[in-house]
């Protein structure tokens, strides 16, 4: 069936540098992936997303890429700052009824 | 800006007890979704709707839960009898519905079942 794979699940980066998270998936047919962030205790929120005919976009510290051939896109983070710390979700759209297959997250923490 | 809204906020009930959720989605969004996530775990799909119907319960234990949008709008999400695993977050999200795929989310319904 369809799946997500998501890697790391647990990523520890000084505050400062560049976090990177990857996820994989075996839907081609698939056109939309979204990223969601989630604080402790909180509703997971839309941080960005893309769509299958751009490779790259970005929003001030964060980008997100996309390889389509290989089936992989990536989450980036530069400059990280304490308030980044949370879980983290990619995702992408089934073909169809436009559910969403989630990876497993990825806990990022910021050390100061 | 609208959001999703859900009550109550937090629940706590005893095993075998009745509980309900609601959920208002945003303004003009036909498609509403009903999400179980157990802390530490990503959210796992109950329940889809397209405006009044089901699209997919497929992973709704329907000898307890039930699920409902009379009226295509808000939409209420029912456990009887409530069960010690059935402690979790419980988030609702809506979409647009007409190949506009984002997924808003309301704060969630943390239940705690003792």
């Known amino acids: 069936g369809e799946n997500v794979e998501q890697h790391p699940s647990t990523l520890s980066v000084q505050e400062g540098d560049s976090a990177v998270i990857k996820c994989t998936y075996s839907?081609?047919?698939?056109?939309?992936f979204p990223w969601y962030k989630q604080e402790l205790g909180k509703r997971p929120q839309l941080i960005i997303d893309?769509?299958?005919n751009v490779g790259e976009k970005k929003d001030q510290r964060i980008a997100v890429t996309l390889n389509k051939t290989a089936k992989h896109f990536s989450l980036h983070i530069t400059e990280t700052q304490p308030e980044d710390s949370a879980v983290y979700f990619c995702a992408q759209q089934g073909v169809g009824n436009y559910q969403l297959i989630w990876g497993a997250g990825t806990k990022l923490i910021i050390k100061p | 800006e609208a959001e999703v809204a859900q009550s109550p906020r937090y629940k706590i009930t005893e095993k075998s007890q009745a509980v309900a959720f609601w959920c208002d989605p945003i303004s003009g969004h036909a498609t509403l979704y009903w999400y179980r996530q157990i802390l530490g775990q990503g959210p796992e799909l109950l329940v889809q709707f397209q405006d009044e119907s089901v699209v997919d319960d497929s992973q709704l234990p329907k000898d307890r839960f039930s699920a409902e949008r009379l009226k295509g709008v808000d939409s209420t999400l029912k456990i009887q009898p409530a069960e010690l695993g059935d402690s979790a977050m419980y988030l609702c999200a809506s979409s647009l519905g007409t190949g506009q795929e984002t997924q808003y989310f309301g704060p969630g319904t943390r239940l705690l079942v003792l």
């Open positions: 893309i769509r299958s």
């Open positions: 839907d081609s047919a698939s056109n939309y």
